[in-house]
């Protein structure tokens, strides 16, 4: 990968951020949290996951910069960066300076798992302010590749350079609790941020925790500096028992995803509504997914849907639909 020289680095500091919000929490007609795909080939193969293939060409840079664009113009706030592996995209650390040039604070999803001393210096000067890195277990297993043993001299490398905040998530039921359980004590002890997600069944539905598993979450829940209370997953106590939350869903509004070729979604579990390209996307689009409610919000485990949500949980909103 070519890293590219950046002139200055740039800087988003966290009061910033905190003002960016403060602004959309006055204005329902910005989203605060696009998630968009720059491509879908991924390093691994884990057994929950279809969100990447092995042969995908990324999505040109300019083509992404004209997405970059479309946001700006809707005055996003947070623009997270996903895959497939986001990493892979040769132009990775560019695209991050070019969201951060345009206002917006960019964010990485990634299994870090190609992260080296160099890139991580070249994101922290182009402004990456936040990175969130995937671990379901202490070894590779049958479900997934994410492990402990493949992550710690990335979070030691992370340790060492980053500049951008560091955050990592583990699927509880993608393997042992107990070994999740140790993985949150691993990244605790580097002093980054940890939560668990939920598996999802085949409609991206909450899975209900084992005994067992609801126990160890329990547990992780409670450790110390695991995570800053304005990124709580509290969320996830009732869905983790089994049970039905009540909230506002501000999919398609507050929160949605671009995909590979350009197009909305919801979210990743509801692809295909209402798959308008961005570049269509408008005001009066976010307005009515603002307002209408979704069917599938009371077992929904999606912690960026719930998270975008947060700032308008006063406000009304119409009947689920169908």
Sequence with gaps: MRLPAFEYPIRISRPRVLWKLAKAALDRDRPVLVQIVVTRRCNLACGYCYEYDKVSKPVPLQELKA?????????????????????????IAELVRYIAEAGMVPMINTNGHVLKAPLIKSLNEAGLFGMQLSCDSLEDNEVTEKSMRRLRPKLELLRQ??????????????????????????????????????????????LPLSEEALQAYLR??????????????????????GESKPWKCRAGARHFEVDGAGLVHLCQPQTGSPAKPLAEYSVADIRRQFDCGKSCAARCPIAYAHLG????????????HA
């Design 220 to 241: 992780i829940r409670a450790m110390k500096g695991r995570l800053p209370q304005l990124l709580n997953d509290n969320f996830q106590l009732p869905l983790a028992r």
């Design 161 to 206: 350079h980053a500049k951008f905040m560091v955050r990592v998530n583990g699927v509880l039921g993608s393997g042992n609790p107990a070994e999740m359980e140790d993985v949150a004590k691993v990244v605790v002890g580097f002093g980054f941020g940890f939560q668990c997600s939920l598996m999802r069944d085949s409609r991206g539905q909450a």
């Design 67 to 91: 997405r970059v664009d479309a946001l700006r113009k809707l005055k996003a706030v947070f623009m997270t960066l996903n895959g497939g592996e986001p990493l892979l995209h040769p132009h």
């Design 309 to 320: 949500s947060r700032l308008d949980g006063f406000r009304r909103q119409h009947s689920a």
